[in-house]
């Protein structure tokens, strides 16, 4: 009599964890009610695959897993629909839960030698798993389904290109210039660029101009196409040059207005202009005496400041000395004194 009561209790919790698997009604199985529309044309390129090939590959949507791994759920569920042809196991189950945020692609083992671990792992992360992290789950079960596909039908260029597009490019075209971190890559390198744009105008010759500003351009082509580097590069030639030639000028210009100093002049590596292409392109910097001629023509101009400034000061103070020695005369007191009176208060 027990034992009939221990099975009267199991029946109902083995009945439980039957009716907890979905059942199979074609090839996309959309419980999620995620796929909306498009699910008609996934399910009709799937029936034609497995009319050509004979390979059974079936869509699963779930919210959730009931609480279950994803592994033992694809894996009761790829058992219960009995995937694939029977003898040749060609059987494949795309199962997507919504909520778990969770997605696996069940292989039978006819097709485990095509369909390998590594090319479901990429068609996973690569092909689906970004567009789920936007939200488009109809077009990541495509996205899937097209990489599952184009294995199993050999196509090397449509797998590659659902599968294996780990190049910069790709990184960037499947999750953005922003999400992939791309911006922060080409920021710092802007950074380097100008800073070395600004040390070409300051120190070294031709090998600074050639070598030390381009020197981290190339890196943009981890981003950009070689026409953005190209164009960047010919923008650094432009700017750099007239960088260093306003600095020229400005040497120029100390040394002319400082020309009776005979060794400023003699020293300074611009004495005519305009200077010529190949001058501008070995320009070193502005020659020490030039340097010190412009910290002394600096400091004059500080000292004239303080003096016109002290003068001023001066003439102030005796202007308001002589009125106030022109008011005494003008006007005073008829000898009258203070009676003590009126009030006084402090703010």
């Not at 981890?222 to 306003?246: D, M, T």
């Not at 202009?273 to 070995?282: D, F, N």
Request: a negative charge.
């Amino acid at each position: 009599m027990g034992w009939l009561c221990l099975l009267a209790l199991w029946l109902p919790i083995a009945a439980t964890g039957a009716e907890a698997l979905p059942e199979l009604h074609g090839h996309v199985n959309d419980y999620a009610q995620v796929l909306g529309a498009r699910a008609a044309g996934i399910d009709a390129q799937l029936t034609e695959h497995e009319r050509v090939t004979g390979d059974q590959v079936v869509v699963l949507t779930v919210t959730d897993l009931g609480g279950q791994d994803i592994e033992s759920y694809s894996n009761a569920v790829f058992t219960q629909w009995r995937l694939g042809h029977k003898g040749v196991d060609n059987g494949v189950l795309i199962i997507v839960a919504v909520n778990d945020h969770r997605t696996r692609i069940e292989v039978g083992y006819g097709l485990e030698g095509r369909l390998t671990d590594l090319a479901s792992s990429q068609i996973l992360r690569q092909a689906m798993h970004p567009r789920f992290a936007s939200g488009d789950y109809a077009g990541g079960v495509e996205a899937g389904v097209e990489g599952v596909l184009a294995v199993l039908g050999n196509d090397s260029v449509a797998a590659g290109a659902a599968a294996t597009d780990d190049s910069p490019q790709g990184i960037i075209a499947r999750e953005g210039f922003f999400a992939s971190g791309a911006w922060l890559f080409v920021l710092f390198t802007l950074l380097f660029v100008v800073m070395f744009t600004w040390m070409t105008t300051t120190l070294g010759g031709l090998w600074s101009y050639l070598l030390l500003g381009p020197l981290c351009i190339p890196l943009l082509r981890f981003v950009f196409p070689w026409s953005v580097v190209g164009g960047s590069f010919a923008l650094y030639l432009v700017v750099a040059w007239w960088l260093r030639r306003r600095k020229m000028r400005l040497e120029y210009d100390i040394v002319q207005q400082g020309s009776n100093n005979a060794r400023s002049h003699r020293k300074a590596s611009v004495t005519a202009w305009p200077p010529s292409l190949w001058q501008v392109l070995t320009w070193s910097g502005p020659s020490v005496a030039v340097v010190a001629a412009t910290h002394a023509r600096k400091g004059r101009r500080s000292r004239g400041r303080a003096d016109s400034s002290s003068s001023s000061s001066t003439f102030d103070s005796s202007s308001s000395s002589s009125d106030s020695s022109s008011s005494s005369s003008d006007y005073s007191g008829d000898g009258g004194s203070s009676g003590g009176g009126g009030a006084s208060d402090s703010w």
